[in-house]
């Protein structure tokens, strides 16, 4: 919705101009107002979990309820002043995410329940009808501003389980079916099945402060260790590709190979060496932790069996609750613990920063109960300023190269070891044309058409 988007010379200070002339469904305009409405209005409803807002300044007193506005967003008409406490020259980056979404002058406040379960947008469709836990209805929004839909309505329908989705596909009664590809591949053909890589990814972070994994050549020989293949293929159904970097190849500028040699091509031989030079021959014993959920514990094992096979390895996995999610931190930061750490991580947005920065700055070093999540505690001066000059680069072209120069450094004393590469999937039925996966694996409703 954006006519354009400058900023001054830190990156503090956005000016966001909207496309005149544009209405949500029901006939209000879609101005600057709708815009800082609709932030506004997140953050107070989801206090501290809307971190894609967190340095907009104003921030903490809205999402403790004391303000209904942002003190950093100003709105006239159709253009929009955004003020950072920082300055962020990729903060265009995430403006695509559906926190930053504009909301009418009907949705009143966070907790208004009439428009929360009948909310009005200025997409492509609007909501018809809501049964909770069972289907919405969506219809044409004739009012969209990108024309209109070749589709008249989308029924989505909420379907409990993987069982249950697949045999409503197969019995022809949905015509898309989003897959779990964090467990195993559905029946069908290889036509009506759809994949594109995530931009998520299965990690094993060493713990680089004590224990085998302080030393980078132990940490070169697990990489150099596993056969990824093998856990892409039986570990994770198939539905999930040998990772060839720390940032996933869905992410613009990722894509390319010779990133991480020791990912494209396992080495037992190498992986071997390194490891009896660095005193970690057969018989070292090294935890691997991991959180009680199925999808972690099945690639785990299969990480531990590869580990145990080729290093001669005693590895002992370590779960801890789903539920409480600290159990882990608290677990990994005690000052005995040792180790690899079986983690997913997805980006906030699509971002190599979003990738990078949480996992590896220096200042996100994790402790027990401060909520980071760099739980290796690896830290890199040269890393941490490629961070600080993304921030200040204001070409896209010129951020993209300073965090793959993060991301080599990284990899280089492989800070974190790469598994495998998710892939959203589908099972998609052939009677339309123009429906598959959109880069965050969401169906492409908006341009589909019955064939």
Known sequence: MARSITSDDTCRQWKIEIKPGTTFSNGEPVDAEAFARGWARHVAANGTTAYLLADIRGYPAVSRRDAQTLAGVRASGNTLIVELEEGDCGFTDRLSDPVFAPVPRAAGQYDNLSYNTAPI????????SYTKDGEAVLVRNERWAFGKTRLDSV?????????????AFTAGTVDWAAVDTTTARPAGTARELRVRPAMSQRLLIPITTRGPLRDRRVRQAVSYALDRQQIATTAMGGLARPAIGLVSPAL????????????EQRNVEEAKRLAQEAGAGPGTEVDLHLRALG???????????????????KVTLRTYSSSDYRALTRAVTAKDAQGLIAQGWQPDYPSAYTVLQPLLAGDQIATADNGRANYGGWKDKTFDANLAAYLATRDEAGRTRLMRA??????????????????????????????????EGFPTVATAARR
């Open 252 to 263: 613009p500028g990722f894509d390319g190979r010779g990133r991480c040699p020791s990912c």
């Open 121 to 128: 947008g200025n997409g492509p469709f609007k909501l018809q």
């Open 155 to 167: 029924r989505v329908r909420l379907v409990p389980d993987m069982t249950a989705l697949m045999t």
């Open 406 to 439: 993060a991301e080599k450094r990284a990899l280089d004393d492989m800070a974190i070891i790469p598994v495998v590469t998710d892939l959203d999937g589908a099972m998609v039925s052939d009677r339309f044309s123009g429906l598959d996966l959109d880069p």
């Open 295 to 313: 999808g972690y514990r099945t690639w785990s094992q299969a990480v531990a069996q590869q580990l145990e096979q080729v290093l001669g390895w």
